[in-house]
């Protein structure tokens, strides 16, 4: 099966600890090594350099291309993109930089670490130390996730997600009114990466996780019959069917998608039976989750992984998340 993590170097440029994540890929990693030797288990031991677009005219001299760069790595010179000379890149680095303090005095762990697209999206995962039962045996754990492009295609992007024990399901916290766009920070590349300002506007309290966890505990105690949870559904994907309809490649039908989650949400989720989830908003939400998560169509492992924390899939998960939590209001 074809998938996107960055095999340069004859290697899979990620880094883990614990179980081994997608295909069996990358390399296991001790729980308390230190940042730098997970910037070299991870693969990102290397900066991205620029140099101006050249191009050969017809008189076949070469000139530079005024006000455009080609990004591109220290270690392979392997371009990764061509950006405005304003562009301000954030290099890898940085994002593996960005956890020093945390992992040392917030008490987070470092859990996954890598790159996409031969370097061209890179992230890091830690743990907050912070786990949660929304009710008995249905747990969650809270992590930070950091990410960032050097294709143009992703702003810097730090955000709060949590992990459901039971089935590995991964949703976005959905973070108090102080950060930007409700549910994450975002730098974009055209200023510089500043990362206590970021660490700041993440607000890395408590109250972040308890938020988060008491809507799920709400939302846990909704009762929804076919009919209401179907609603929600049609209401998420007709908020967003401009948007669907410029990837359907990555995308089933939305009938047979209200169809399969449906069949997901009366018993087939891994979770499913349980208290909290049995015909609940709650079990709606983690329905959802595991669909674009698991089963959603893709053309790899990776192709998801990259959907479901960064795009049409996470602001899918999230808008159902959302929908339920007004029930609750």
Partial sequence: M????????????MAYVG???????GQQIDPNATIEEWRKAA?????????PVLYQAETGLRQASIGRD????????????????????VQPEAILGF???????????????????????IWALAEIGKEAKIASQDKVQGYLLLATACDGRMATTARFTSVRVVCMNTLTLALGSNVKDGQQVKVCHFDTFDPEKVKDQLGITVDTWSAFIESAKLIAKIKL??????????????????????????FLDKSQTVGKVIDLWHGKAIGSDLESARGTAWGLVNAVTEFYDHHSKSRSADTRLDSSWFGKSAQTKEAVFAECVKLAA
């Fill in 19 to 25: 179980k081994t994540p997608w295909h069996e890929l």
């Fill in 43 to 51: 693969g990102l031991d290397w900066s991205i350099l620029r140099t």
């Fill in 2 to 13: 074809a998938h996107e993590i960055d095999m340069s170097n004859g290697k899979a440029n």
């Fill in 225 to 250: 019959d076919d009919r209401k949870a179907t609603q929600i559904l049609q209401r998420v994907y007709a908020a967003t069917d401009d948007d669907r309809a410029m990837e359907p490649e990555k």
């Fill in 70 to 89: 080609v990004l591109y790595r220290s270690d392979t010179g392997d371009a990764l993109s061509v950006v405005s000379d304003s562009y301000k890149e």
């Fill in 99 to 121: 956890f020093n303090d945390l992992t040392k005095g917030a008490g987070f762990t470092m859990h996954t670490a890598g790159s996409l697209r031969g370097g061209q999206k």
